[in-house]
């Protein structure tokens, strides 16, 4: 079979490998899709503290099931469609036990310690069972749909923790399909109110745009973005801001543009090299600001992502704008590190 291999920073070949042999305790499926997004970029180009071996990358995924090991747990059969967590918690851990799995210390991830979804199979393993983080993929919910269910998942993660209102004054930062998720999540589930979408490039700012309508959005390579927010609302700032990209300089902005009371959540992460921000600790005092970090999701988020997806609650159907055969995986990378596209899946 056809597999996207990483063998070092800036060596990632498309291979043929033997297809993988199902255990007595694992799942295996025909990979239908496995999308892409920006980590992948990362890996190929920096690589992965986790990824210490040569290994299949591809972490958001969903499939066929084709065989079930005669000892793996979970109602599993032949013929199942599937999609799988990326992020594996232990289970058994302190915060694991405490509900916390998003954060378990034990965590392992498909596509790093396990082999991932750009192939045409992939063994669902043991500890991907054992959390339940092999989920049916509703009735009506694509293949490719359910593949996005991930960063979705990581997206509801970041929101629960926000507390956001009806009719809350919300900012995304970044314009990229997690800053979309984010936008469609606020406004389908929680009502926002107004919501502005940010990012420095102006042309994935309007397709983006074009797709999930935010209420205003703001071209931040030509305008102070924290001036125009606070003129948007009267000079009392945001109720919710959304960092969605690896930039430094939007969570100091974030802190800055923040209103009274305001709930601001770091979800990207900056770079391992330039991971420090300016903050001035008084706008936090007397403001009172709510900062959460936002670091991936629990097995249960992608169950409720799915479940989102089904009711048309939140759409995702639109945001996957390129479709690429498994041959071509390696042109997915560059669609995406170039934002020519909001969501592209792989499709074996």
């Known amino acids: 079979m056809k ?17 993988p042999v199902c255990g007595p305790k694992e799942v295996k499926i025909k990979v239908k899709n496995c999308s892409t997004c920006g980590t992948d970029v990362k890996i190929r180009n920096n690589g992965h503290v ?3 071996r040569v290994t299949t990358m591809g972490h958001e995924v969903a499939g066929e099931v084709v065989e079930v090991g005669a ?16 992020a594996v918690p232990c289970g058994e851990c302190h915060e694991c036990k405490k509900g916390w799995m998003e954060v378990c210390e034990n965590q392992t991830s498909v596509g790093y310690q396990y082999d991932g979804g750009f192939a045409d199979y992939m063994i669902v393993p043991e500890q991907v069972l054992k959390v ?5 993929i509703p009735d009506g919910v694509g293949y490719d749909e359910a593949s996005a269910a991930e960063p979705f998942a990581c997206a509801i993660n970041a929101q629960e923790q926000l507390g956001i209102e009806e009719g809350d004054f919300v900012v995304v930062f970044g314009a990229g399909p997690i800053g979309c998720i984010h936008t469609r999540i606020a406004r389908g589930v929680h009502k926002a109110g107004t919501i502005v979408m940010v990012d420095i490039n102006g042309e994935r700012l309007e397709m983006s745009a074009d797709a999930v309508h935010p209420d205003h959005i703001i071209d931040s390579s030509k305008v102070d973005v924290v001036e125009e927010v606070m003129k948007m609302t009267g000079g009392r700032g945001a109720d ?14 974030a802190l800055a543009m923040a209103a009274r009371n305001g709930r601001i959540s770091f979800f990207g992460g900056l770079p391992k090299n330039n991971p420090t921000i300016t903050c001035d600790s008084n706008l936090v005092h007397y403001r009172q600001l709510h900062i959460h970090g936002a670091n991936g999701s629990a097995p249960a988020h992608n169950k409720r992502a799915l479940q989102y997806i089904a009711s048309g609650q939140v759409p995702v ?13 390696l042109q997915a990378f560059d669609i995406v590190a170039k934002g020519e596209a909001i969501k592209v899946t792989v499709e074996p």
């Not at 339940?132 to 049916?136: A, F, I, T, Y």
């Not at 159907?317 to 690429?324: E, F, S």
């Open 3 to 19: 597999a996207v291999r990483f063998y070092a920073p800036g060596d990632v070949r498309i291979e043929d490998v033997p297809e």
């Open 50 to 52: 986790n990824i210490t």
């Open 71 to 86: 000892e793996a747990l979970g109602d599993f059969k032949v013929g199942d469609r599937v999609q799988s967590i990326a």
């Open 132 to 136: 339940d983080g092999l989920n049916h």
């Open 240 to 253: 919710v801001v959304i960092t969605a990209t690896p930039a430094n300089i939007t969570q100091e902005q």
């Open 317 to 329: 159907k639109d945001l996957i704008t390129r479709h690429i055969p498994l041959e071509d995986a």
